[in-house]
């Protein structure tokens, strides 16, 4: 998780386990059943030690749960599921765990108004423990998606076709078929590396957050395959971070001349990320204007300027790329400063 900058946590899923001594989860619930451990408490203070951000995602309905059946079956006009189960428990949650992130789910059955989802937010944001520092998700009730909330989820695996304008994120599950670890998974089913890359950059060039999903197994363990995408996401992030933590979109997102680049900005640096090596060159840029002060770096060697031609008196740079050995991630990124 060295490359993270939060981590969000299922603290129950649709089934209704809850990974906490829920008090409202009689006997089902990690402490009394299996590990018989805080999962959400132990994790919650591992994220914490490393200075990261804690996320805890909580699904509001269960699949089984008499009473929400029975609040179903009433048409929802009754909400004894929300009164004795699904609103303690996330006030135990936020008083418990003190979460910097709430990331709600399977409310999509229902309107916000059977959840009493602006009651819990009104005392989340005004009462709570974590009042001045938590925000929250768009999942609150039925026709709540892409509307009202602190970011947009939107959808499992949304992605926009143009720059939103409002902060959202995109969910993405490693497993290309599931959110939990499947025993039968294959590897052709399994995103690669170079297309993880390629969906997370794509993301924060249109100015949102990357949550990249893994589903342990039984015993906690990730799988080896999960992991090497992980380190290698890693191994990435480590030489080109730079272009994408705390970077904002840039006036004109991307363009395809020599190779597909997609840009990104940060004070008075752009970053032009790509996708497979240059086939020829020199390597062209079409958008950024230079000037007398226009310096173009690989991220690769940072200290050791490219050379460079501007296509155009207003507009474009023809840049010399350096010979460079195959990456794993197929993707770098060139430093572009004093450019607007």
């Known amino acids: 998780c060295a490359f993270s900058r939060y981590v969000v946590f299922t603290s129950k899923h649709h089934e209704g386990f809850t990974n906490w001594p829920s008090p409202v989860s009689w006997n089902w619930n ?22 990261l951000r804690l996320g805890i995602y909580h699904s509001l309905f269960e699949w089984f749960h008499p009473l929400f059946l029975s609040d179903e079956a009433s048409g929802f006009k009754t909400q004894e599921f929300v009164a004795r189960k699904a609103l303690p428990e996330l006030v135990d949650l936020v008083k418990s765990y003190k979460p ?17 989802s602006t009651q819990f937010l009104a005392w989340l944001y005004n009462d709570s423990p974590v009042k001045d520092v938590v925000v929250t998700n768009d999942r609150w009730g039925k026709g709540c998606y892409c509307k009202h909330g602190g970011y947009y989820n939107c959808a499992d695996r949304y992605t926009p076709g143009k720059l939103p304008t409002h902060k959202w994120e995109k969910c993405q599950a490693v497993d290309s078929l599931s959110w939990g670890y499947r025993r039968n998974m294959k590897l052709s089913q399994v995103m690669t590396l170079p297309s993880i890359i390629k969906d997370m950059v794509y993301v924060v060039a249109l100015g949102g957050n990357y949550l990249l999903n893994i589903g342990p197994m039984s015993d906690g363990m990730i799988a080896p395959v999960f992991e090497e995408r992980l380190r290698g996401l890693g191994a990435w992030l480590k030489i080109n971070g730079e272009a994408i933590y705390a970077s904002k979109p840039w006036r004109v997102q991307t363009e395809n001349s020599t190779v597909t680049v997609w840009y990104t900005a940060k004070n008075n640096t752009v970053y032009a990320i790509f996708f ?27 200290n050791v300027p490219l050379k460079w031609a501007p296509t155009t008196p207003t507009s474009g740079l023809m840049i010399l790329m350096p010979p460079m050995p195959e990456s794993p991630a197929n993707a770098w990124c060139l430093k572009l400063e004093g450019v607007v």
């Open 276 to 302: 497979g090596w240059p086939p020829k060159q020199p390597l062209q840029l079409t958008t950024p204007r230079t000037s007398g002060t226009t310096q173009v770096t690989l991220m690769d060697y940072p």
């Open 100 to 116: 910097d992130l709430i990331w709600s789910d399977g409310d999509w059955k229902a309107p916000d108004t059977y959840w009493n």
């Open 30 to 51: 990690s402490m009394d059943v299996g590990p018989h451990r805080d999962l959400v408490g132990e994790l919650s203070a591992a994220i914490r030690k490393r200075s």
